[in-house]
């Protein structure tokens, strides 16, 4: 089949530093293929506004106004967080590459080289997450879980200042911004389970643009898509936003009948008084079943309960 040849494309980004970064990263790969990238800055909803997530909406927030300019035409592709991007699909739009996944996990960057273990009792730690504060207050720790939006300079700064004693970031983040060193743990899953799709990019465009699906499929890395597809597939079956108490990792790893795709998942109360944490395995071509049957599994455990009290 022959496909149009693309020679110059417009990439819609949001305008935050580390969007620009990610979307940089995308854009030099296709300059790679002598390609001519523009980057086009586009506000979204969850940029104007300083409202906690959840009572702005939480899933879609930071990509809908990206995807409005791709459906109208205004940009010829959108680079998002993966863990932005809303589990219903958009019959208008393909999602036409997952690149390969940065680190998934989550990280502290503490005042005097802290860990979680060595924080005080009282300390204030700061998230805008609920699924990180439910599994950070099913710890037990005794910190005090704080409130905060803003940028990756916003939350590191509150802690620079005293405002917190710490805060909790994807390290995908810190790593694409050359921060990395700023944090002072990096968090294990069997602690906190990272939101679905994070640590990957999603390079999305129109469903009708034949040539730029061409021009993306290069970057697409296989064992990344199986392992976000169970993860999101687990989430669009818990019925769960971006926002809710959810966390999820899969991992695609050589087993003894040959690659097999391991999914862990976590669901609790934001308290931290209840949660429910499971796993599952299958084939990687079988992603999204496997997603399904570990969420069917957590629902029938309560999740739902969980998952109703935030979405």
Known sequence: MTFPVRTTVRLGTRGSALALTQSGLIADRLRETGVEVELVTISTEGDRSSQPLVELGGQGVFVASLREALVRGDVDLAVHSLKDLPTTPDPRLVLAAVPA??????????????TLGELPQGARVGTGSPRRAAQLNALGLGVEVVPIRGNVDTRIAKVASGDYDGVLLARAGLLRLGRAGEATEVIDPLQMLPAPGQGALACECR???????????????????????????????LEAGC???VGAL???????????LWLRAVVGSVSGSHTIRLSATGLPSEAAAVGERLAAEMLAEGADTLVAVVS
């Open 250 to 260: 899969a991992e695609v790893a050589w087993g003894d009948d040959g690659d097999e």
């Open 207 to 237: 469903a009708d643009d034949d040539a730029t699906i061409h021009l993306l499929s290069g970057l697409d890395d296989s064992d990344t898509r199986a392992a976000v597809t169970a993860e999101r597939s687990l989430l669009a079956t």
């Open 243 to 245: 926002s809710a108490p």
């Open 101 to 114: 996944r940065e680190d998934a996990r989550d990280a502290l960057v503490a005042r005097d080289g802290l």
